[in-house]
């Protein structure tokens, strides 16, 4: 678009629509990281070959598009128009899935999802009981755009809140209509955009900076790297009209180094904005001139924080700073910076377009709009949801999630990452927003939620959390260096059988020091985990203190593996499968674990044929009498 | 390194660029690397130690012609990576983190990659193995070698 204008754009994409028939079927594949793994790259490459070699290209369009969510179910093929959607695809199918549904209209029904409740087999992607209840305003478009390919970005009115912005409204006109929209952050905060906007705006200085945190460090929550995978503009486009909004030229994408797909597309998107003249100087002809950089992290989960983010970007150690001065005030290189995270971002787009109006019908009282959730860990439909404020935990577990794997119990979820908390099953109807999960004693965070069942031991999981932030401390703070320190040993102490009953005191006086006692978040939250299972959970803390059980037999120093010589055939093959040759008896002789030699790995459980299932976990009193029976032999 | 200096303005917001690059094009930063970034940007060279320590991107010793890769997020944690790390472990007789004598592997583990759906979730050199099991581990390590031998077969005919 050479010299663009609003008008220029609104022509190229009438073009770009006229152009594309729009009952062309059209082959999706999901190119999202998940289904990376699961090899689609080698899918799509084989449709494009198939599509070339049968010479298919004026039938059938193909297109890799960002990620659709359903990660449990990948590789993933959605047909267009129709939406039918295929499931597990792999290299055999694709053959039939031209010949057949491409050419043919006709469905394979060995490729549908089956909705394991009803045992029926579902044609359409909106039909499949995991989309149906989720609201995706924000994640939808990844499904229908090539990441890589602006065109697509732009025919599904790309860009056209931009034009607005720049054309229609004046800065203060989108902060008010921001402010009226009652978007709050998503990263974890919840503070207020348009308010936060507001104040980087007057804040007097000729040079101001926008910043994107794409830092997603939570372990388990990867929904901002799907948007900067699947759909880049959209951040952009976010970025233009906040940088417009607040009188700043010049803006950073601070994205996390193990995200390698997602430095990619950003970077090929921003080159794309430039060419088509939506980025750099008089964007759109307009008086107003913005661009942004790409930064690449290196690995230090303290640089979510704001200010370490940007002592960061400055070439320092990522160390957090005393606030105030907040960086509304003095932030990168001392100048006034507005840093959202990457889904806040790609919210503004939809709340200028749409008007606040409408975004404030979606949500809660206080929290408005959607939130993507990484909906993982014991769950059956593991993947990215997208869901209004206040739906309940259960909707969203069961109904959207499809319940807990292997059909165990739910035990507990945990929101937020290592500053959230866990939440417990009484709690499962509470409709789920900023105020009701700070009330639980957790957070929202960016959004990461990760299903615990059964055989989850839940001081296990705050032991893990809280290793976790202890090793990605600073230092700068002494109760945060030391105190997580400290706790963490406790922790471990107590889940290998050397809890004292003092511990649960010494743990919560040790939560209040590093609480009050920390400069940043990382500080501040890092004793959710504990304080929250012990909320909840601590029978559990009391079993493995005073009973040294481990009730969800999940403790390795806690446990014993036994074989049931009433149950066992011996058929030989835990025996093969002991890495450390713990296992004697012959074929059809009963099987018997050396205990002294088991390092306890759980082999042989994983192998025991489940119709025979001899192999189980042991622990407390049942663990002591079989180390007394085996002593005695 | 020269050539990679080049490319970079001798401005302190520069380190973490630089340290990428030198990072991937030769493996780890070496002391004399240290010492030539430092001059390139009028820094000190404990300044620039200070920062590269800091990340985990940066390491100061080469890493193994293999690298094996456990992701450790949460939905791993909870579906048994912590046991499947432990037998690569024991198998390779080093901690996480280290690299075997002979130079031929290199454990790592990984805050989290986000394929959550496949967890626990083993990584060799870029290639995904999902749903992995501690009676996986020896496989897996098979054919990271096996790999090694086809090439050179293929390389020796």
């Known amino acids: 678009m050479k010299k663009a204008d609003p008008k220029k754009l609104e022509e190229l994409r009438t073009r770009i629509n006229e152009s594309r028939d729009k009952n062309k079927t059209c082959i999706t594949i999901c190119g999202g990281t998940g289904c990376h793994a699961y090899g689609c790259e080698e899918i799509a490459q084989t449709f494009k070959d198939e599509i070339e070699k049968q010479k298919l290209e004026d039938n059938i369009d193909l297109r890799v598009t960002g990620c659709h969510g359903f990660c449990e179910r990948g590789p993933i093929v959605v047909i267009q128009p129709q939406g039918i959607f295929y499931q597990r695809v792999k290299k055999e199918n694709i053959n039939e899935i031209i010949s057949k549904t491409a050419l043919g209209n006709e469905i394979i029904p060995g490729l549908l999802y089956e909705d394991p409740q009803t045992e029926e087999k579902i044609e359409k992607e909106k039909e499949v009981p995991f989309y149906k209840k989720q609201r995706r305003i924000i994640f939808g478009r990844n499904g229908f755009i090539d990441p890589t390919d602006i065109q697509d970005y732009i025919a599904l009115d790309g860009y056209k809140a931009v034009s607005q912005a720049l054309f229609e409204r004046e800065p203060e006109e989108i902060i008010s209509e921001v402010k009226k929209s009652g978007l709050r952050g998503r990263g974890g905060g919840g503070f207020l955009t348009g308010k936060k906007w507001e104040i980087c705006r007057n804040t007097d200085s000729s040079e101001k900076y926008i910043i994107c945190n794409a830092d997603e460090g939570d372990p388990g929550a990867y929904m901002d790297r799907s948007l900067l995978e699947g759909n880049p503009h959209s951040i952009i486009e976010g970025m233009i009209i906040g940088a417009y909004a607040i009188g700043a030229h010049e803006g950073y994408i601070y994205v996390r180094l193990e995200y390698p797909l997602a430095v990619k597309n950003i970077t090929l998107a921003l080159e794309k904005a430039r060419e088509y003249g939506l980025l750099g100087k008089s964007i759109l002809g307009s008086d107003f001139d913005f661009d942004i950089n790409v930064f690449k992290g290196a690995g230090a989960f303290v640089s979510g924080e704001e200010t370490s983010l940007m002592a960061s970007i400055e070439g320092r150690r990522a160390f957090p700073r005393q606030r105030p001065p907040y960086p509304a005030d003095k932030g990168l290189w001392g100048k006034p910076t507005n840093i959202n995270n990457v889904e806040t971002w790609a919210n503004v787009p939809l709340i200028i377009e749409k008007g606040a109006d409408w975004y404030t019908q979606i949500g809660t009282e206080t929290s408005k709009g959607t939130k993507i959730f990484s909906l993982v860990g014991k769950i059956n439909n593991t993947g990215l949801v997208e869901v209004p404020m206040g739906m309940t935990l259960r909707e969203i577990i069961y109904d959207i999630g499809g319940g807990i794997k292997d059909g165990k119990k739910f035990k507990a979820v945990q929101t937020g990452g290592p500053s959230g908390g866990c939440i417990p099953v009484d709690m499962l109807d509470q409709p789920i927003d900023f105020d009701t999960l700070t009330r639980a004693g957790s957070i929202m965070g960016s959004g990461g939620m990760i299903v615990m069942d059964e055989d989850t031991c839940m001081v296990d999981v705050a032991r893990y959390f809280l290793k976790f932030t202890q090793e990605e401390s600073c230092g700068k703070c002494v109760p945060c260096r030391i105190g997580t320190r400290e706790m963490v040993d406790i922790l471990t102490r107590i889940t290998k059988g050397r809890g004292e009953k003092e511990d649960i005191k010494r743990l919560k006086e040790l939560a209040e020091t590093v609480k009050n006692g920390s400069l940043c978040g990382l500080g501040q939250t890092a004793p959710n985990p504990v304080l929250t299972t012990l909320r909840y959970f601590m029978d559990e803390y009391k079993a493995h203190i005073e009973q040294k059980s481990c009730l969800a037999l999940s403790c390795k120093d806690l446990i014993v593996y036994h074989i049931d010589p009433e149950k066992c055939v011996g058929c030989l093959l835990c025996k093969k499968n002991c890495p450390v040759n713990a296992i004697s008896g012959e074929r059809k002789e009963v099987h018997v674990i050396d205990q002294d030699l088991c390092i306890k790995c759980g082999a042989c459980l994983d192998v025991c044929p489940p119709k025979v299932s001899a192999v189980s976990k042991h622990t407390g009193k049942e663990k002591q009498r079989i180390l007394e029976e085996h002593n005695k032999k | ?157």
């Open chain 2, 1 to 157: 390194m020269e050539k990679i200096l080049k490319q970079f303005s001798p401005e302190r917001k520069e380190l973490i660029h630089i340290l990428h690059k030198v990072q991937a094009e030769n493996g780890f930063i070496s002391p004399e690397a240290i010492s030539e970034i430092s001059q390139h940007l009028n820094m000190s060279e404990g300044e620039v130690y200070g920062v590269l320590t800091f990340y985990n991107a940066f390491t100061l010793e080469p890493k193994g012609k293999h690298t094996i890769t456990i992701c450790m997020g949460t939905a791993c944690h909870v579906r048994g990576a912590p046991a499947v790390l432990d037998e690569f472990s024991r198998r390779l007789d080093i901690p996480p983190g280290q690299t075997t004598e002979d130079k031929y592997f290199t454990l790592e583990t990984v805050n989290c990659v986000g394929a959550c759906a496949l967890g626990p979730i083993v990584i060799t050199d870029g290639d995904y193995h999902g749903h992995a099991t501690t009676n996986d581990v020896k496989k897996i390590l098979d054919q990271v070698k096996d790999e090694k031998q086809k090439k050179k077969n293929n390389e020796e005919s």
